[in-house]
């Protein structure tokens, strides 16, 4: 079997006397979605902290292509993982051109003096970067609101143009933490379907979210963390069937998880 993209064992992380996560383990395929759910202060946050170095494990191991991760964010972004947040975090006074351009230096090769003197190899490497954050804009569906400044766009279209600045720092790994919260179904749909060709880019994804009928329609495997620990992991099949996720998890009444399971299994989307 080949190795995994990216893979963390055994992750503990305490914060003074509170253990935020016990022994969590995760691995992901290439090519790959995995989904991780759980409830509010499961510790889902802290995990994705820990896998793009903002957080030091107490316990317990990332690695990336097989090689234990660098540990400051910067350079695991350079390594190649990059995240979107809960709470977005864009550049509210600058286009949106110029907030994916920022996640485009991670890649540019100049070194500071060719900046100072913006020297021709500085002007093709700029030219390079604004044509690829305009490919990307494409892909995300901002192409025609390059020059908007981002605090400009609604909710929604910020999202994808935090998923376009992540993506172009040209990642292996996506890590999406709640993409979906505050959309309407609409733009949930279309969040779906735009995780799924980044997928086909060869990108393997992670994604936290709340909402589990999106979760277990995008998703090849889900993992469940309960209290810092993980419950279940498996297939969306394995794991919408299991009685401990309905229980600890979903904690409704048996009849509604069974009338959104129904639906999921039907196919229905949000
Ligand atoms: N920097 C920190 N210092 C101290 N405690 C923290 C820190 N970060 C998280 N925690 C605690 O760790 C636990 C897990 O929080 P975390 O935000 O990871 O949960 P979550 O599953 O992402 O929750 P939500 O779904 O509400 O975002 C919580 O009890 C939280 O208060």
Request: glycine share 10%; hydrophobic share 40%.
């Amino acid at each position: 079997m080949s190795t995994p993209v990216l893979q963390a064992r055994d992750v503990s992380m305490v914060f003074g006397g509170l253990s935020a996560l016990r022994n969590v383990s995760l691995t992901l395929e290439e090519g790959k979605i995995v989904g991780l759910i759980g409830p509010n202060g499961a510790g889902k946050t802290t995990f994705f902290n820990c896998l793009t170095g903002l957080y030091t494990p107490t316990t317990g191991q990332v690695l990336l292509k097989g090689n234990v991760l660098p540990g400051d964010p910067a350079a695991v972004t350079a390594a190649g993982i990059a995240r979107t947040f809960q709470n977005i975090r864009l550049f509210p006074s600058m286009t949106v051109l110029e907030n994916v351009l920022l996640g485009r230096h991670v890649r540019m090769k100049q070194g500071p003096l060719a900046s100072l003197f913006h020297g021709p190899s500085f002007r093709r490497g700029e030219a390079a970067a604004r044509d690829r954050a305009r490919e990307l804009l494409a892909f995300v569906g901002l192409g025609k609101v390059e020059d908007e400044l981002s605090r400009n766009l609604p909710y929604g279209d910020q999202r994808r143009l935090e998923i376009a600045r992540a993506l172009a720092t040209d990642p292996a790994v996506l890590l999406l933490d709640e993409p979906t919260a505050g959309m309407n179904p609409q733009e949930t749909e279309a969040a779906r379907q735009l995780i799924f060709r980044i997928r086909d880019l060869g990108i393997s994804v992670v994604v936290i979210e709340h909402d589990t009928k999106f979760i277990f329609t995008l998703c090849d495997q889900v993992s469940v963390l309960v209290q810092g620990e993980l419950l279940v992991e498996g297939t969306p099949d394995v794991v919408r069937g299991d009685p401990r996720v309905v229980e600890a998890y979903l904690g409704k009444p048996p009849e509604e998880v069974e009338a959104e399971l129904q639906a999921v299994q039907e196919g229905e989307t949000p």
